[in-house]
């Protein structure tokens, strides 16, 4: 027998010691039908009460933290499927409800011209080809507040918009210039049927140019050698951290030229007779509105309400631009391509119309 057997008082879960039986009558001696339950005393009463309440408190505790561990696991799952919705199927990707009603589509071109950036002209030609191709849209602004970029972006942009025109000639194509429309910007505005600025906008910028930096002197006063194995007389051609070559500069110049020439020539093809005879316009200089519309850089001022109104004809549009996924609006304010784009920038040599 344990200490605590031994140690029980006798009326707590034992017989009592008067000799009483068990299921019989005190007087009459016949059963009682039930036991009677023993008397427990009253500071056990309370402890198991207050043990009782404790046991309690922690399934309550368990459970409420049962319900928040549930509750937060199912938000981090809704978190992660709806960053999957909008990487697979980005909001920018849609259209408008109003399309159903007669319209002037809107495209717009934001910021730099490159492959990798919102304007690229997958972007913007894509949106072009679907504005035209909407059967309720009556006229297209394409909206510029861009100073310019790649050529070559430009390029294709310009050749879609022509041959888009040349498909849809009961459709005229409206460029609009907020800001700036520049350089590879202009060079994609000259293929509209007209272009629009405000009086302040800055238009033209009708040149080439490709930079990048020599490292050679750093080098020399920190006594760094440079080691480059080509195979190819000009593979190396234009290395930032070896001398400048006369020749290849001369090379490179030519490059620039060519590429200024046909930029010349698109601007010259889209504008016509409207252009001045001025010198000056092919020069790299930059505009004014109000003096792009002397030069004939531009046909009118106004935005690009005002051309949908006054112009067009029809005050309501829908945008057809293509935006940017939610998601990769998130990764790059992390910044994590800042890094290599200061690097990229600094080692590479830039080739952009301006």
Known sequence: M????????????????????SGADSEGGKPSGSRKKPAIPPESARDWKLIEKLVMSLQSEQRKSRRWGIFFKLLTFGYLFALLIMFQFPFGGALESATKGRHTALVEVEGTIAADELASADNIAGALRTAFDAENSVAVILRIN?????????????????RLRDEYPDKKLYAVISDIGASGAYYIAAAADEIYADKASLVGSIGVVAGGFGFTGIMDKLGIDRRLYTAGENKAFLDPFSPEEKEEVQFWEGVLETTHSQFIESVRKGRGDRLADDE?????????????????????????????????????????????????????QFGVSVGSGIARYITESRFELR
């Open 2 to 21: 344990s200490d605590w057997e031994s140690d029980k008082n006798p009326g707590w879960g034992s017989e009592p010691e008067n000799g009483a039986k």
């Open 146 to 162: 861009s100073p310019g970029g790649s050529p070559v972006q430009s390029g294709y942009i310009y050749d879609e918009i022509v």
């Open 280 to 332: 000056r316009l092919f020069s790299g200089l930059i505009w004014s509105g109000e003096q792009a519309l002397e030069l004939g850089l531009i046909d009118g001022l106004g935005s690009s309400s005002h051309v949908a109104r006054q112009v067009i004809g029809q005050e309501d549009m829908v945008d057809y631009s293509r935006r940017r996924s939610p998601l990769q609006d998130i990764v790059d």
